[in-house]
Nanobody, 126 residues
């Protein structure tokens, strides 16, 4: 499974971006998906996750209400809509895919993800 992120860039405080992650697999609908980020000098951190169908989602506290994860299983794509961006959201964003036991499972631990993209840079200026 190959994952390719796109949509990163430089925006100002309060603006929006939508990240996309395209998966090269015919079994995309069997994978739970997640987004992580690595901010400067910090460890990789959980941002958002969704289950195989996209019917359930979890968010890291600081992004809840501002970010929305969604997926289109017909297009093999997962999105991260990021609104009201703040300078502290700056970092490299990675999408990841996890093989899960149950359809409704979500994963928030990076160690439980099996496949990773190369990352896309998001920079929010103040």
């Amino acid at each position: 499974v190959q994952l390719v992120e796109s949509g990163g860039g430089l925006v100002q405080d309060g603006e929006s971006l939508r990240l996309s992650c395209a998966a090269s697999t015919q079994s995309f609908s069997t994978l739970a998906m997640g987004w992580f980020r690595q901010r400067s000098e910090k460890a990789l951190g959980f941002v958002a996750a969704t289950d195989r169908s996209g019917s359930s989602a979890l968010y890291e506290t600081s992004v809840e209400g501002r970010f929305t994860i969604s997926r289109d299983n017909a297009k093999n794509v997962v999105y991260l809509q990021m609104d009201n961006l703040k300078p502290e959201d700056t970092g490299v964003y990675f999408c990841a895919a996890a093989r899960t036991k149950w359809p409704g499972d979500l994963q928030i631990l990076s160690a439980n993800y099996n496949y990773w993209g190369q990352g896309t840079q998001v920079t929010v200026s103040s």
